[in-house]
């Protein structure tokens, strides 16, 4: 008898993010898109440069209560 494994299939982490947030319900996807939004905000005050993504997205999390 095989044994019968799920198989989890790679999702892009915007993607995984949606997914996630929808998961949780309206409150979580409400701060999801704070965040983001605060998180652009702060990309869009460095001019869009490359690299700081990451950095953004933790700061704006910090700042989105």
Do not use: N, Q
Not at 26 to 38: C, G, I, L, N, Y
Not at 40 to 65: I, N, P, Q
């Amino acid at each position: 008898m095989k044994s019968s494994k799920v198989l989890a299939k790679k999702i892009p982490v915007r993607d995984h993010s949606r997914v996630h947030a929808l998961s949780y319900g309206s409150d979580h996807e409400d701060r999801w898109a704070r965040v983001a939004t605060a998180a652009y905000y702060k990309s869009e005050s460095r001019g869009f440069k490359s690299g700081h993504d990451l950095e953004d997205w933790l700061a704006a999390e910090k700042d989105v209560t």
